[in-house]
């Protein structure tokens, strides 16, 4: 099935203020938008607390509550809509140019993918939520009306071959008795809740390695070609050596500290096509 067609959204700072560009896949503009960013007008409401500590689940209840009146609505989402139409006028401005784009083109009408590629003088603005882009009409993101990603500006593009299901992942668990607990269990059900469907059907298959020390990570990767590693533990960094490490286990149960220079030989030449940091 062929993915839906792209806009791309290059965000750079100008002076003081951003300019964010909006190009369909074959490099035309759809619309142009220079806009302030004031962190103090994005916070008051903290929808990125809401999405990381799960204090309630705003996009299922936006979602089943798509088609009713804003003003029923109950405070707290009226202002997410709020808070969407700003960040939605980041990018688009009025939106008008957006949408007669979007009418007009039948291969972007039903869905497209959002790419917002930030330049690093940008940086300010990669962690907001533009999952609540709204359109003054609906939640564009949390309605599958466009998929959003994030892409540093002229990043080079991935082209990995494509590999035959199943999809084989291994999360490797790393706690060292010297550093804080981590909800590792929580962890572990959220993957295995959004795979259970895929695996059921022999489409994904999950090895979790629970002796997380560097030499069984070695082993592992031997013995099967996983195509998803994910790592999940602590992560520091050494300021001594100006370098950031993962905390893997010794023998003894105590932090191992491995850094690129170990782990790029062991990764490279696999049949790896990501790898996740939960650090």
Known sequence: M?????????IRKVGDKFHAVTERASGGEVCA????????KLIHFEPQWMLEKGARLPAEALRQDAGADNTARPPDDRLLIQYGQRLYGYLFGDGQKLKSFLEFNDAYRPQARLTLCLHP???ALWSLPWEYLHDGQEFLCLDGRLLLSRLP???GELSPAGAAPPLRLLVVIAGPDDQHELDFEREIAVIQDALDDAMRAGQVEVDFLDDATFPALQDALSRKPYHVLHYTGHGAYVEKEKRGVLC????????????ADKLRPLLVGRDLRLVVLSA
Do not use: I, S
């Open 153 to 155: 500006l002229k990043l």
């Open 248 to 259: 893997f286990e010794d023998d003894e149960g105590k932090t191992d500290r491995v850094g």
């Open 121 to 123: 003088d940008a940086a």
């Open 2 to 10: 062929p993915l839906p067609p792209e806009l791309r959204v290059e």
């Open 33 to 40: 938008n220079t806009f302030d960013h004031d962190p103090g």
